[in-house]
């Protein structure tokens, strides 16, 4: 996903797509570590987007603050 889909989402739906990013993470690693993955730079894709959710999520509480 991009920034600008990021967003647009809530901080519950950020807070449901970091979970699921982080487990899908965990998933590819598995997989890594028993050589049956096939696309290994969607490791990297993965710990991108979850860096964007979490900047996202701090915009956002920075946003309230003010």
Request: aromatic content about 4%; overall charge positive.
């Amino acid at each position: 996903m991009k920034a600008t889909e990021f967003r647009k989402l809530s901080n519950a739906e950020l807070q449901d797509k970091l979970n699921d990013l982080k487990a899908e993470l965990f998933n590819l690693r598995f997989q890594h570590a028993i050589n049956q993955l096939d696309n290994p730079g969607r490791i990297k894709e993965v710990k991108r987007d979850i860096a964007r959710v979490k900047t996202q999520l701090r915009v956002n509480e920075l946003a309230d603050e003010q």
